[in-house]
């Protein structure tokens, strides 16, 4: 059972969210899932400080000057300077200064993320950390989600939790693909409802069953109607709960689960599972 959390925009509320519906979903059957690879904090909002393990991912590619003639009009995206050297930051790994000038340039690995384990409370959380500057995040997400997979199989785990990035990039749509369920959390502001449909559109895409949850439903009550016709009646979403605004939230870190807890329609998350 793939559950997958996400939201269209940052600061709405996701990953508080996924950490506490982590703490009601069974700790021998569960495995974490973080892969907001940008920022990931899912751990911060577990508590966790240091990773159990670390390891270097090369997965990503960049293109290197290797010969003596400088090719920059090779690059549509201007990684190439006119000496013939690679901006590594700017270079999108797309091969084709390599494909056209063999002789000048070619492709090599990079680091491009740390991979992290954790564990909360016996509970095993992957995550990634982006390089600074590199892309491929949503390339990173599959890695993790065939690692989170592999090693649910091998320790008899069936219940994956996922906290997606924010928005409807790749590594949302890597999060998403394959995911049973999927739970948006919808800020109660109008480009939070915005991007949400956004990602609701990336979920019907996929054909996932969905429910939705309201941030800060109470700041501005009349919106929620709002949001309750489009995501639930027109789009046929199951209302999972409407979480006021807590300011014990905003002041404690780690949260305080329980209160976000009385908000979330559990009995119905753990009928899923
Ligand atoms: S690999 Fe693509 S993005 Fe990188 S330098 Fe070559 S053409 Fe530019």
């Not at 709960?241 to 976000?260: A, C, H, N």
Request: contains cysteine; aromatic residues 6%; proline residues 6%.
């Amino acid at each position: 059972m793939i559950i997958t959390v996400a939201s269209g925009k940052g600061g709405a509320g996701k990953t508080t969210v996924t950490a506490s519906i982590a703490h009601v979903l069974p700790k021998d059957k569960t495995y974490l899932l973080d892969a907001d690879v940008d920022t990931p904090n899912l751990a911060l909002a577990l508590g966790l400080e240091k990773p159990e393990k670390k390891e270097e991912w090369w997965g990503g590619v960049v293109s290197e000057f290797v010969g003596n003639e400088p090719h920059p009009e090779a690059c549509p995206f201007g990684a190439i300077g006119l000496d013939g050297t690679v901006n590594e930051l700017l270079c999108e790994g797309c091969g084709a200064c390599a494909k056209r000038f063999p002789e000048s340039y070619r492709l090599k690995n990079v680091h491009t993320a740390d991979i992290l384990w954790y564990s909360w409370n016996g509970v095993p959380l992957l995550t990634a950390e982006l390089m600074p500057g590199r892309s491929g995040s949503g390339k990173i997400v599959t890695e993790l989600r065939m690692r989170a997979e592999k090693e649910m199989a091998e320790k008899g785990r069936d219940v994956l939790l996922i906290d997606a990035a924010a928005g409807r990039g790749c590594p949302v749509i890597a999060s998403l693909r394959g995911s049973d369920y999927a739970i948006i959390v919808v800020d109660n502001t109008p480009t939070g409802i915005e991007d949400a449909l956004q990602v609701l559109n990336v979920v019907e895409h996929f054909s996932i069953p969905f429910g939705y949850v309201i941030n800060r439903a109470d700041i501005v009550p009349e919106r929620v109607e709002k949001i309750e016709e489009i995501f639930g009646k027109r789009r046929g979403g199951e209302k999972l709960g409407e979480i006021p605004y807590i300011q014990d939230v905003l002041k404690t870190y780690p949260p305080p689960f329980e209160r976000v807890l009385e908000y979330i329609n559990v009995e119905e998350i753990l009928k899923k599972i």
